[in-house]
């Protein structure tokens, strides 16, 4: 499967928030055993995680945290992923600041958002041995 990013939403329950994301897969489906070109890809979303700003491990600003181990079952392959931490900053990028022409300016709807990510698991050195990622946020209409 390959990663496509993440989707975040919120939900109550009993009158609490609860604040939980998925990551998103791209997964080829099998198509009629003939038809090679008939492969259509589907959106798969896995490993749960529960996320809040919180503080970096890092440095002292505050981060997006998503955190996996609440949402880990007890199988072998779940006490890999019961470690994973990613910790996301937000930057929000506006053309405006940097194009004077009115007709290039952007309302404020059509900002891009840039989340730049790093996650790591905490048995394998943690934030010190952190991957990398880049998403952009898209609202869904």
């Given amino acids: 499967m390959r990663w496509l990013g993440k989707i975040y939403f919120s939900v109550k329950d009993n009158g609490s928030l609860l604040c939980i994301g998925k990551n998103r897969f791209c997964q080829k ?3 009629d055993a003939g038809q090679k070109a008939s492969r259509a890809m589907e959106v798969v979303f896995d490993r749960t995680f529960d996320y809040s700003i919180g503080q970096s491990a890092l440095c002292s600003t505050p ?9 880990c079952n007890s199988s072998p392959m779940s006490l890999i992923w019961r470690g994973m931490v990613d910790e996301l900053r937000v930057i929000p990028l506006s053309f405006n600041s940097v194009c004077n022409d009115e007709k290039q300016q952007q309302e404020e709807t059509d900002r891009v958002i840039l989340l730049l990510g790093m996650g790591y698991f905490t048995w394998s050195g943690g934030a010190w041995n952190s991957a990398p990622f880049c ?3 898209r609202r869904n209409e």
């Fill in 29 to 31: 489906q099998k198509g």
């Fill in 63 to 71: 981060s997006l945290i998503n955190r996996y181990s609440v949402h």
């Fill in 135 to 137: 998403l952009v946020a």
